[in-house]
């Protein structure tokens, strides 16, 4: 099995695991165990494309269809030589 060092953790923050880990019965180790797995058994893998994630978040919203406005000819370029 593998081991990892965790450096920098904040104090509240190992605090709250120590207290979490204690309502479970389990050693702070245990209940890290547990967190991460889990996390890593739920999260889904972030899209490649970011359209493609914009347009998942907002999927729930519906769509809409905007109408496009007719277009005028273009105007002939300025002249600078009269």
């Known amino acids: 099995m593998a081991s990892i060092t ?3 953790l904040d104090d509240t923050l190992k605090g709250d695991l120590r ?10 180790e245990e209940e890290v165990r547990d967190i991460l ?3 890593l ?5 972030a899209p ?3 359209a493609i994630a914009i347009r998942r ?3 729930a919203l519906g769509g809409i269809e905007l109408v ?7 105007r002939d ?3 600078f030589d009269e």
């Open 37 to 39: 797995r889990t996390v």
């Open 68 to 74: 496009t406005p007719p277009r005028d000819p273009m």
């Open 48 to 50: 490649d494309n970011m």
């Open 19 to 28: 207290l979490r880990a204690a309502r479970h019965g389990r050693s702070m």
């Open 6 to 8: 965790i450096r920098n």
């Open 77 to 79: 370029p300025a002249r």
């Open 57 to 59: 978040r907002f999927a």
């Open 41 to 45: 058994a739920t999260s889904e893998r």
